[in-house]
């Protein structure tokens, strides 16, 4: 890539803008690295306990619908389901994480009172109840999951493209920058001692001119009294 450079202090001085913008954005971004991993962490911990409670309020719903069917009957299970007439609303808005938009999932309607089931107290068990209110809370895990495992995987994506960034500067393109400027450093260098050899030698044939001038100017003097001796 120095080849490519042309050697003057005009390109010296750009690189050398460079090379200072590029270290200050390592910097930036090694930063916000960071502070992405730091935040990454923190959701990956809240994952965790959510996957957990997902995973508890799993079992749970089916442990309540296996109940149900067992002591009341499949069709009063898909009857009581079936009357369900308001389904829950899934909302999404965003937040930003450090720079990275990640989406934030509202559900509205998803856990009910007994009369807003639409199924009627007196037509069900408390078995049923029990399975609807299982569910219910299984849905809002779902939700908060998708939403967290969503959130995850976006900050990772940022993490990886801020790493790649971050290797590209440190890795790539300030080892050539600086390169480029020690190559350039060593021309120059080498210039400026061609030139001052250049001046000494144009200084000493320019000394060596007038000590053969003042030597000619000094024959010429001493002929008229040659002659006259």
């Known amino acids: 890539m120095a080849k490519d450079v042309k050697p003057t ?13 590029s270290e200050r954005g390592h910097d930036t ?23 957990a409670n997902l995973e508890a309020d799993y079992e749970h719903a089916q442990t309540t619908i ?11 299970v898909r009857g009581a389901a079936a009357a ?33 089931r ?19 809370d299984l849905l809002e895990s779902i939700i908060l999951a998708a939403e967290v495992e969503t959130a995850m995987k976006k900050m990772l994506e940022e ?13 790539k393109l300030l080892p050539d920058l600086k390169e480029n400027q020690e190559y350039i450093e060593q021309k120059l260098e080498e210039q400026e001692r061609e030139e001052i050899f250049r001046m000494k ?15 000619a100017e000094a024959e010429r003097e001493a002929e008229p009294l040659q002659a006259d001796d």
């Open 66 to 76: 296996d109940k149900a069917r067992a002591m009341e009957g499949d069709v009063a």
């Open 118 to 136: 639409g199924y009627g107290v007196l037509g069900t068990s408390a078995r049923i109840d029990e399975a609807a209110e299982a569910y219910e």
């Open 9 to 21: 202090r005009k390109n010296l001085m750009a690189i050398e803008d460079r090379i200072e913008l």
């Open 201 to 215: 030698k144009i200084k000493e044939k320019k000394e060596e001119a007038e000590e053969e001038e003042e030597r």
């Open 29 to 51: 971004l090694e930063k916000k690295r960071d502070g992405l991993i730091m935040e990454f962490m923190d959701i990956l911990d809240q994952a965790q306990d959510v996957r």
């Open 84 to 116: 369900l007439k308001e389904h829950p609303e899934i909302t999404t808005e965003s937040k930003n994480i450090m720079g990275v938009v990640v989406p934030q999932i509202e559900s509205t309607r998803v856990k009910k009172s007994l009369d807003q």
């Open 159 to 171: 993490i990886e493209t801020t790493k790649r960034r971050v290797n590209a500067l440190e890795f």
